[in-house]
């Protein structure tokens, strides 16, 4: 079981982007997933820009996959989609079935936004040659062992394990929303948030994170604790999504636990690091907001 | 009349599918009762008797039916869900509405003849998506989901190999639909592993000294003050902080209408048009099948000098969630 960075899936300055992934190059990540995920109007990061990165982070002895966008609404979303595809030198992490289209024949990540619930779907998705599915975000450790058990030869499971989870996708922007602004005027407001707008219940308890056309949790999902299960279960990639503030720290914290380390110990440095607490209702079957004390964890029921 | 777009209507039960085909449906579309449709709530949809009736009634007044199998199964539920597949087929439906792809895989080879339809669940949102369903599986149809802008739309109706259906009125998902978790993120319970969203049971309405609270799950949704109308408490529609204001951050009450924009989606070849609501009552389903088969009918007869007249906007609204209707993303000021 290795460690992976998730795609970033906020909007930050090109040379935070840079600096961000020239410091990631010698942290404790096997895989590194890089591209636009969320919005095809952030155009400061190009494609040849990633592209640059992924040299870099190839070079640093990293696997590299270019994920694509969730929700494809734009020709120039296409378009973009296909420049990836043909630049050939790293796998897709296909993020709808348009991507799928475009990866199938060659290796590709079956990516978390696709809808992936059953064994007869990942099948389908060996035989295009996903060599890798993320499990989708809500799902449970009790289906996860399931898909497992159906799993095809040479398939590899991912899970998302640290990180506001990503919960919807819309047309709208709800950053230029709060800003009284229409998205084609958005004036790209998601940039003063990087890590999502917060977005609180009417008695003030932190509920969602806006980023942009995406609904995150405002809780970050940590799943420190699940990783003895999660080997177990055959999991092979632990993905961590990018924060502004000490992602270096979380990295090393889930590598110290796959080294041995205790799971509590590290989870009291990581709850810091989360910017409104963390949750792992999801893994349990249960809502995914939930958050289940250490204490409670017996495996899936 | 040669109608160049279907009407597409709601049935979540006898009353409300007679009612829909009375009232000039082209189509129904209903769902089995359980947790392999999208409106999965108590009392609704069909059994096996019931949905032979429905056909039965529907066939002899030229109405067709699809039945929408529309959520995903998991390991240990795929049994159940292929048991419904090959329960549609033995109906002789005229369609089959599928979302998930595994799904779309095992009735393409189960049961060749049978025509298919991609959900607006399957979130294919481009024609690339749309051509991959219909390449693998040979689907017919795809519903579109809610979030193109009108040229979007026209895009994707000239570069897919099926048909495009796209929804005409009724309550607005905000998000991009099959993979929109925020139900199960608040109550365990999504539209994709149970075919609810904001499900009963974990919604609880309580009178307090602020105004009338709504909870889902514990999270306070809304407060009301008297007088104001309440809604039902998807996440999407909500009073929330951001910023220190309270407002709906992601979208106030309201309904999709498309009366506006008929003949603009008849003349970019928009094949169906559906009516959302099969949680409705038949008295909902009939009043908005006969107001969308008028207009409909006038928008198909003569584009050119169509307007929406002012006792159809009247009626729609009525019907439409906080009495208030939008174009949503088909009106990119919307977005």
Same mark, same amino acid.
């Given at each position: ?9 906020? $909007? ?7 600096? $961000? ?18 919005? %095809? ?261 | ?31 089995? #009762? ?105 689907? #017919? ?20 190999? +099926? ?14 639909? %099959? ?6 993120? +608040? ?31 514990? +999270? ?89 007249? %002012?006792?159809? +906007? ?22």
């Amino acid at each position: 079981m290795k460690l992976a960075l998730g795609p970033l899936l906020y $909007f930050w300055p090109r040379e935070q982007v840079f600096d $961000f992934y020239r410091a990631a190059a010698h942290w404790p990540v096997a895989t590194v997933y890089l591209g636009e995920v969320v919005c %095809g109007k952030r155009r400061t990061m190009t494609p040849e820009a990633w592209l640059e990165i992924a040299d870099l982070l190839a070079a640093a002895g990293k696997e590299v996959v270019l994920s694509t966008m969730a929700l494809v609404e734009a020709e120039s979303e296409l378009l973009t989609q296909r420049r990836l595809a043909e630049v050939g030198r790293y796998p897709l992490e296909a993020n709808d079935w348009g991507a799928v289209k475009l990866a199938a024949g060659r290796p590709f990540v079956a990516g978390p936004h696709l809808n992936l619930y059953n064994g007869e779907t990942l099948a389908l998705l060996a035989e295009l040659g996903a060599r890798r599915f993320v499990l989708p975000v809500e799902l449970s450790a009790e289906t996860l062992a399931q898909l497992q058990a159906e799993r095809p030869a040479g398939m590899e499971a991912e899970l998302f394990a640290w990180g506001r989870l990503p919960l919807a996708f819309s047309a709208r922007c709800f950053t230029a929303r709060a800003h009284h602004l229409p998205k084609d005027d958005c004036q790209f407001r998601c940039a003063d948030y990087p890590d999502g707008l917060l977005l609180e219940s009417q008695e003030g308890h932190p509920f969602l994170a806006m980023n942009g056309i995406q609904t995150q949790s405002a809780q970050s999902a940590n799943l420190i604790h699940a990783l003895p299960q999660m080997a177990q279960l055959g999991v092979d990639r632990v993905r961590l999504s990018p924060q502004s503030r000490g992602m270096e720290q979380v990295v090393n914290g889930f590598a110290e636990v796959l080294a041995g380390a205790d799971p509590a110990a590290v989870d009291a440095r990581l709850q810091r690091l989360a910017p409104a607490g963390t949750c792992n209702g999801y893994w349990w079957g249960q809502a995914g907001m939930d958050w289940q004390p250490p204490a409670d964890l017996h495996g899936p029921r | 009349m040669n109608h160049k777009i279907d009407l597409i209507c709601p049935a979540g039960s006898l009353p409300a599918l007679r009612a829909a085909v009375d009232n000039g449906a082209d189509a129904v579309y209903m769902g089995f #009762r359980d947790a392999t449709n999208a409106r999965n709530f108590p009392g609704l949809n069909f059994d096996e008797k019931g949905a032979r009736q429905g056909i039965e009634y529907a066939r002899s007044r030229g109405a067709q039916v699809l039945l929408a199998l529309n959520t995903y199964p998991q390991p240990a539920s795929w049994p159940q869900w292929t048991r419904a597949v090959d329960m549609a087929a033995a109906l002789g439906v005229d369609a089959l509405i599928l979302a998930d792809a595994g799904l779309m895989r095992y009735a393409a080879r189960r049961h060749p003849e049978l025509r298919l339809h991609l959900s607006v669940q399957g979130s294919a949102t481009s024609y690339e998506a749309i051509n991959f369903y219909r390449e693998q599986f040979g689907i #017919r149809r795809a519903v579109l989901p809610r979030v193109l802008s009108l040229p979007q739309v026209q895009r994707v109706v000239e570069n897919s190999a +099926v048909e495009i259906e796209v929804f005409g009125f009724g309550s607005l998902c905000v998000m991009v639909e %099959g993979r929109c978790y925020l139900s199960s993120f +608040v109550t365990g319970d999504s539209p994709n592993t149970r075919g609810a969203c904001s499900p009963a049971h974990a919604v609880a309405w309580s009178e307090t000294p602020k105004g009338r609270e709504v909870r889902l799950n514990g +999270v306070l949704v809304d407060l009301y003050k008297p007088g104001e109308s309440a809604g039902y408490p998807v996440i999407c529609k909500g009073r929330y902080r951001v910023n220190g204001a309270l407002d709906y951050a992601i979208e106030e009450p309201t309904s999709l209408s498309v009366l506006d924009l008929l003949p603009q989606l008849v003349k970019i070849g928009v094949r169906a048009l559906k009516i959302e609501g099969r949680q409705r009552s038949p008295a909902y389903v009939g009043q908005v099948t006969r107001v969308m088969r008028a207009a409909l009918d006038a928008a198909c007869a003569d584009p050119a000098h169509f307007s929406p007249r %002012g006792d159809w +906007v009247a009626q729609l609204d009525k019907m439409a969630e906080g009495s208030t209707h939008t174009l949503g993303a088909l009106e990119r000021a919307w977005q």
